[in-house]
């Protein structure tokens, strides 16, 4: 398997990189609202929960196996935070991709989320060499359910109330894609 590279991703309006404890302010604004946090496994508390998330970030490299690394969201022209993107790599090469993203609700509905989405699910296939993807996905977060569907996901299963989430037991919903799959709708996508 091809190792990840370091630098930064860019799309054509979104640049991906690491966090940097200038981002702290920016990431406990949206992060701590509860339109984002509502479906989400971490919350910061505080400006300062958001600077040591970001501190432990930073010993995590970029395709470490086993390991959750989060990237900055940056608007391409002016480099503002406007959310981040979870990605864990396997332990081995048997294992799934799994993708995590989260967005300040002023940057929501715009199609960034599409964007990084397409942009990361090609490196993953194309340039990692990875074979499956997976998504985990709170059922009431209607907008991410209708994202990985247009991107071509299949939901594979439905578990109920299997994660507790800020006290509450919540359903859990995975969608998956296997390269085959992306190779095919991007194949049919250059056909039309």
């Known amino acids: ?43 910061p508390a505080s400006v300062a929960d958001s600077r040591d998330f970001i501190a432990r970030q930073s010993g995590v490299a970029f395709g470490e196996a086993g390991a959750w690394c989060q990237l ?26 799994e993708f995590g993203i989260s967005l300040s609700p002023a940057h929501q509905r715009k199609g960034y989320a599409r964007e990084v989405m397409t942009a990361c699910i ?22 991410s359910m209708a994202l990985f569907r247009a991107l071509g996901f299949r939901q594979e299963a439905h578990h109920i109330e299997s994660y507790c989430l800020c ?9 998956a894609m296997l390269t085959r799959e992306w190779s095919a709708r991007s194949d049919s996508d250059s056909d039309r």
């Open 122 to 143: 090609d490196l993953a296939f194309r340039q990692w060499g990875h074979r499956r993807l997976v998504a985990s996905v709170d059922p009431r977060n209607t907008a």
């Open 72 to 97: 900055a969201i940056r608007s391409k022209p002016t480099r503002e935070l406007i959310g981040d993107l979870g990605v864990h790599f396997p332990a081995s090469d048997t294992e799934p991709v």
């Open 167 to 175: 006290g509450e037991w919540v359903d859990d919903v995975i969608f």
């Open 1 to 43: 398997m091809t190792r990840k590279p370091s630098a930064a991703i860019e799309t054509a309006r979104l640049v991906l990189d690491a966090l940097d404890q200038r981002d702290a302010e920016s990431l406990f604004d949206y992060r701590g609202n509860p339109e984002v946090w509502r479906y989400q496994g971490w919350r």
